[in-house]
């Protein structure tokens, strides 16, 4: 990975956003994205996580990951039994970051990450493309869930050096971040 990422529209094959990179500084590898939609956002927006962890150096596994919130804006939302499509991208912007151990010498990476989807009770709606009512359910997407590990030198005796892994699970809550007037780091 370069670092970047690119957005591609699948219902026309053609690429409508690229990450803005600057030459003078890289960041690290990207290594996980997920998404999450906002509950009842009258506006078209879906939010993109991305997961970098550090360079690795000197034998370790990375030094300070981070997880970056990005808000893509759309022109139009279609909704489609359960399912939601976006079209016309109008702009992405970064609303968020935070740096998990912000510890140079930490031995942290960022495992998996993962939006949970559940299912809501059935709803009537009207769809765009059929213009006839249904019912399906509606797929909530608001949390997102973060694993990280880290390990730290633990010195018990002199000379004697072990890893001690420390394991990390983040839920964000695009609700209560939407409720609290949308951040941009967090406060915990």
């Avoid at 970047?4 to 990179?21: K, R």
């Avoid at 290594?31 to 906002?38: A, D, G, I, K, V």
């Avoid at 991208?89 to 990450?113: K, T």
Wanted: net charge negative.
């Amino acid at each position: 990975s370069f670092g970047g990422f690119q957005i591609f529209s699948l219902l026309e094959e053609v690429l409508i956003f690229t990450y803005p990179l600057s030459t003078k500084h890289l960041p690290p590898a990207i290594t996980h994205f997920t998404f999450q939609e906002p509950e009842n956002d009258p506006r078209p927006f879906v939010y993109v996580w991305v997961a970098r962890n550090g360079l690795p150096t000197q034998g370790r596994l990375g030094s300070s990951p981070s997880l970056t919130l990005y808000q893509l804006a759309f022109k139009k939302k279609i909704d489609d039994q359960g399912s939601a499509y976006y079209q016309e991208m109008e702009g992405c912007l970064q609303r968020f970051e935070h740096m998990i151990w912000p510890d140079p010498y930490s031995d942290a990476v960022v495992l998996n990450c993962y939006t949970v989807e559940r299912s809501l009770p059935v709803v009537d709606t009207e769809t765009s493309f059929s213009k006839s009512l249904t019912r399906h359910p509606v797929i909530d997407r608001t949390l997102a869930v973060f694993m990280c590990l880290k390990t730290k030198r633990d010195e018990e005796e002199e000379g004697d050096h072990m890893r001690v892994p420390q394991g990390l699970m983040v839920v964000f809550d695009l609700n209560q971040w939407y409720h609290s007037q949308m951040p941009v780091f967090a406060c915990w």
